[in-house]
């Protein structure tokens, strides 16, 4: 399966971005989703993940209680909505992919065999 994430931009302090990760040459509804980031200079970290049905998710700390990830496989896409963003949200976004081994979504970078192109979010202060 190849995944191409989108939506970023250039938002200021509290603004909101809905990213999106399409997938092509693979059913998406095989796979678990995960959205990961990396800013300049760090390492790649989780940010949230989504069960094949989309009945399970789980979410980094950093950006509970104002992301919410979604899926809609019928369109074989997932969504990564992003409220109040602040400059530590600046980031290149990505979206990941993994079959489902265990009823546990994975958080690590490892764990995850099927990477897209990134998205670049910048938030301004």
């Known amino acids: 399966v190849q995944l191409q994430a989108s939506g970023g931009g250039l938002v200021q302090t509290g603004g909101s971005l809905r990213l999106s990760c399409a997938a092509s040459g693979g059913i998406l509804s095989n796979y678990i989703v995960g959205w990961f980031r990396q800013a300049p200079g760090k390492e790649r970290e989780y940010v949230a993940a989504?069960?094949?049905?989309?009945?399970?998710?789980s979410y980094a700390a950093s950006v509970k209680g104002r992301s919410t990830i979604s899926r809609d496989n019928a369109k074989n896409t997932a969504h990564l909505q992003l409220d109040s963003l602040n400059p530590d949200d600046t980031a290149v976004y990505y979206c990941?992919?993994?079959?489902?081994?265990?009823?546990?979504?994975?958080?690590?970078?490892?764990?995850?065999?099927?990477w897209g192109q990134g998205t670049q979010v910048t938030v301004s202060s």
């Open positions: 989504i069960s094949r049905g989309g009945g399970s998710v």
């Open positions: 990941a992919g993994r079959t489902a081994v265990s009823r546990e979504l994975p958080e690590a970078v490892d764990e995850y065999p099927y």
